[in-house]
């Protein structure tokens, strides 16, 4: 499991600043230019989920989006 949630590893999980990281990481070295995430993962209660579809909105996305049109 540590292995997946690090920097390199395939599970998108950690911080927004962590989050945002690994998302630029695809697009750099894959090209990557859409994403789609799994956000309930197991069964997290419904005020976890929301809290982290707004941190994804509020701060990860305008992360990205910032970095990739400099």
Known sequence: MEALA???G???VGGPAQVAE???DL???LGVDRF???ID???MPRQMV???ISRFGD???PAVRHVLTQ
Request: net charge positive; charged share 25%; glycine share 12%.
């Open 50 to 52: 929301r809290d982290s």
């Open 27 to 29: 697009h750099t070295e």
């Open 59 to 61: 701060i990860v996305a």
């Open 10 to 12: 395939a599970l998108m």
């Open 41 to 43: 993962f197991g069964g």
């Open 6 to 8: 690090a920097r390199r």
């Open 22 to 24: 690994k998302i630029l």
């Open 36 to 38: 789609l995430g799994q």
